[in-house]
C-alpha cells in the first residue's frame, strides 16, 4: 500500500501568489514525521520543512508552512508570494518512529510546480 | 556547519563495466548515511544505509554494493553495471540516534547513464 500520496502531478501558480502541494500519508505508528523537499532541475534534494506527529502547531519556515490535519493524515505544503525560483519538483516524505524500519525517509511521486510571470 | 559532497557528478559508463560513487560528510561525527536512486520522473528508492563503519544494510536486491570505510565516507560500488542501473544517485546523510525528527540532508546527485 502507498504510504505517502501526492495526487498533483503538475500545479501551475501565478508568481506572487500563494499554492498548495497536497500529501496525503498513511502510517499506523503513532510516532512519525513528515519532510517536504524541494527538487530543482539541477538534481539536489533541498530540505524544506518538517513537522512531528506530536506537533501541536504547524510548521512554518519563512514563505513555506505545512497544513498539518493529524485525523483526516494530510500534510500539505503552502507557498506564499511564489517566486519564480519556486519552480521545481516537491516531494513529500515520512519517517516511521523507532518502530519502523530504522527511520528511512518513504517519498510520494512529487508535485511538478510552475510559477508562471 | 555539516556539509554533504558526492562525486563524480555525472558519469556515462558502458554495461559490464564497474561503478564507484563516494560519499563524504563534514562537521559531523557518527552520521547514519544512505544511498538512493531516483529512476526519471519517479520518487527516490532507498538502496542501502549505514549507521557505523563496516555497517550496511541493503534494502532492495541488486548487483549494486555499498561500504563504508571511514565514519564520514560511504562508497556505491557495482562490479558490473546493468542498463538498468542508469538513474540518479543521492547520497545522504542523518544524525543519530535515529527517530521522526532527524532530518535527512542530501548531497548534490549523481548522474548515472548506462549505455
Known amino acids: 500500500a502507498q504510504k505517502i500520496t501526492q495526487t498533483q502531478p503538475g500545479m501551475f501558480v501565478q508568481e506572487k501568489e500563494a499554492v498548495t502541494l497536497d500529501c496525503t500519508y498513511d502510517t499506523s505508528d503513532p510516532s512519525y514525521g513528515l519532510f517536504w523537499y524541494k527538487q530543482p532541475s539541477s538534481g539536489e534534494m533541498i530540505f524544506l520543512i518538517y513537522q512531528g506527529s506530536y506537533d501541536q502547531q504547524n510548521a512554518t519556515e519563512g514563505r513555506y508552512s505545512l497544513n498539518f490535519q493529524k485525523a483526516r493524515k494530510s500534510a500539505n505544503l503552502v507557498i506564499s508570494a511564489s517566486q519564480l525560483g519556486d519552480s521545481a519538483m516537491y516531494f513529500c516524505a515520512m519517517r516511521e518512529g523507532l518502530g519502523g524500519s530504522q527511520g528511512n525517509l518513504i517519498f510520494g511521486k512529487g508535485t511538478k510546480l510552475s510559477v508562471k510571470p | 556547519s555539516q556539509t554533504i559532497h558526492q562525486w563524480p557528478a555525472t558519469l556515462v559508463q558502458p554495461v559490464g563495466s564497474p561503478l564507484s560513487l563516494e560519499c563524504t560528510v563534514e562537521g559531523t561525527s557518527n552520521p547514519n548515511l544512505y544511498w538512493y536512486r531516483q529512476a526519471a520522473g519517479r520518487g527516490l528508492q532507498l538502496l542501502f544505509y549505514?549507521?557505523?563503519?563496516?555497517?550496511i544494510s541493503s534494502e532492495v536486491p541488486q548487483n549494486l554494493s555499498a561500504s563504508r570505510p571511514q565514519d564520514r565516507q560511504f562508497i556505491l560500488s557495482s562490479k558490473k553495471l546493468l542498463l538498468s542501473d542508469s538513474g540518479f544517485y543521492l547520497c545522504?546523510?542523518?544524525?543519530?540516534?535515529?527517530?521522526?525528527?532527524?532530518?535527512?540532508?542530501f548531497g548534490e546527485g549523481s548522474w548515472l547513464t548506462v549505455v
Open positions: 545522504a546523510w542523518s544524525v543519530l540516534p535515529q527517530g521522526s525528527g532527524n532530518t535527512i540532508y
Open positions: 549505514s549507521v557505523g563503519i563496516g555497517q
